[in-house]
């Protein structure tokens, strides 16, 4: 079976940096995605790593590493509008996707 | 927009009733998954379909079922409800196993209420 652990909340000013930490238990693992989902809306996709090492996209970077089951996504520069949850999701065999319980960001003035 | 299209937006239904959630996935998308999202809760996986098989199963109880149709929209089938079936319900898509491509698009859910 799969399993994951996030940390349920984090809060942050505007402008800080913040890191959500993924770490996980499963089988037949392909790589690790980051979603983001505000309130009342779909989930989005963030960013994916298959490999270990560090991803980035703008302000948004996700790093795994393979060898210790963990990952996470760093969030720089924060702005008001990052404040959402952020799911950690392993894939796995077929393109299975399984989500971690998310991460519930909260960015103040 | 994500391409995939839920229907209903909202359900509202009584108890001991069944009620058909229906998905079309992205042009070109042969995977659909189908999660549950209760309130303030994370997105708990249900099941997933392959071009018409069904791929994976998670803690789906039996009271639920789906089916992924030829022309590859897929209905999700919840019968015999209970108050704690409330929950918004999500369908995504993905393009086929093996690609590069990893991204998964969600629908805008479906909220169904029980009462």
């Known amino acids: 079976g799969q399993s994951l652990e996030q940390p349920s909340e984090v809060t942050a000013v505007e402008g800080a940096i913040v890191q959500i930490n993924c770490t996980y238990q499963t089988s037949g693992f392909y790589g690790l995605s980051w979603y983001q989902q505000h309130d009342g809306g779909a989930p989005t996709f963030l960013s994916y790593?298959?490999?270990?090492g560090l991803e980035e996209t703008g302000r948004f970077s996700s790093f795994l590493s393979r060898s210790d089951s963990y990952g996470y996504l760093l969030l720089q520069e924060l702005q008001m509008k990052d404040s959402a949850s952020y799911f950690c999701?392993?894939?796995?065999?077929?393109?299975?996707?399984?989500f971690g319980a998310g991460t519930r960001l909260a960015v103040h003035p | 927009d994500s391409g995939v299209t839920q229907t209903p937006k909202h359900l509202i239904t009584a108890t001991g009733q069944r009620v058909t959630l229906r998905c079309s996935p992205r042009s070109g998308d042969l995977s659909v998954y189908w999660y549950q999202q209760s309130l303030d809760q994370g997105l708990q996986f249900l099941i997933q379909y392959y071009n018409g098989e069904e791929r994976a199963k998670g803690n789906i109880l039996e009271r639920f079922s789906a089916q992924q149709f030829p022309d590859l929209h897929s209905e999700l089938n919840l019968s015999s409800l209970e108050l704690g079936d409330s929950a918004l319900y999500f369908c995504?898509?993905?393009?086929?196993?093996?690609?590069?491509?990893?991204?998964?698009?969600f629908g805008q859910g479906t909220r169904l209420t029980v009462v």
């Open positions: 790593n298959a490999l270990d």
């Open positions: 995504a898509s993905s393009v086929s196993p093996g690609t590069e491509n990893t991204e998964a698009f």
């Open positions: 999701a392993v894939r796995g065999g077929y393109n299975k996707l399984i």
